[in-house]
C-alpha cells in the first residue's frame, strides 16, 4: 500500500545476481581470501571480506591495495572458476520467476557482474531467459550502491520509478 492508502502497482521487479538469485559468497569470498594469499601473504579471514559482496572486482581490490588489478581480476575469476559447478540459486527462485512472468512482470537484473561473469555464472543456470534487461558493470561507469545503474535501467526500460521494485541482499 502507498503512502496515501492507495495499492502500489509494480510492473517491473528488478533483482541484484549474487547473494539474492544465486548463492555465490563463499566461493566469491574463498577465491578473493586465496588471491590476498597469493598476493600479499596475508591470511585474510572470510568474514574481513564481506565488503567485497555487491561491488564491482576493481573497487574490492582497490580497496585491498592491489595495484595490478588486471593481473589479479584475471587470477581471481580463475579461482572462482573453479567454484561455479556448485554455484546453485537459491530455492524457490526459478517458481518465482515463473510466477511473477505468469503475472506479467517484467524482471530485470541488475548486477556488478561484468557481462562475461553474468553469462559464465548465472547463464549456464538455464534461468536467462525469465529477464527483460539485465544492467552489468560495463553499463554505468558508477556502480552499486551508486543510483547510476538503476537509472540507466529506468532509462533503458522507460519505467517509472514508482513502478519499479529493487530487491537485493545488500543496503
Not at 544465486?22 to 578473493?32: F, G, N, R, V, Y
Not at 573497487?59 to 580463475?78: F, N, V
Not at 554505468?140 to 521494485?165: G, Q, R, T, W
Amino acid at each position: 500500500v502507498g503512502r496515501r492508502g492507495e495499492p502500489m502497482k509494480y510492473t517491473h521487479i528488478v533483482f541484484d545476481l549474487d547473494g539474492t538469485l544465486i548463492d555465490t559468497e563463499k566461493p566469491i569470498l574463498t577465491s578473493l581470501q586465496e588471491v590476498i594469499f597469493r598476493w600479499q601473504n596475508k591470511k585474510v579471514p572470510l568474514e574481513d571480506l564481506r565488503f567485497a559482496l555487491g561491488i564491482p572486482g576493481e573497487d574490492t581490490l582497490a580497496k585491498l591495495g592491489i595495484a595490478e588489478k588486471e593481473k589479479a581480476l584475471s587470477l581471481w575469476d580463475e579461482l572462482y572458476q573453479q567454484h561455479i559447478p556448485a554455484v546453485r540459486p537459491f530455492p524457490g527462485i526459478e517458481p518465482l520467476l515463473r510466477e511473477l512472468k505468469a503475472n506479467a512482470l517484467v524482471l530485470g537484473i541488475i548486477t556488478s557482474k561484468t557481462k562475461r561473469e553474468y553469462r559464465n555464472d548465472f547463464g549456464q543456470m538455464g534461468l536467462s531467459h525469465y529477464f527483460d534487461l539485465v544492467i552489468c558493470a560495463e553499463d554505468s561507469i558508477k556502480h552499486k550502491p551508486d543510483p547510476e545503474p538503476m537509472l540507466k535501467y529506468l532509462a533503458c526500460s522507460v519505467a517509472h520509478p514508482k513502478e519499479v521494485l529493487y530487491v537485493r541482499d545488500t543496503v
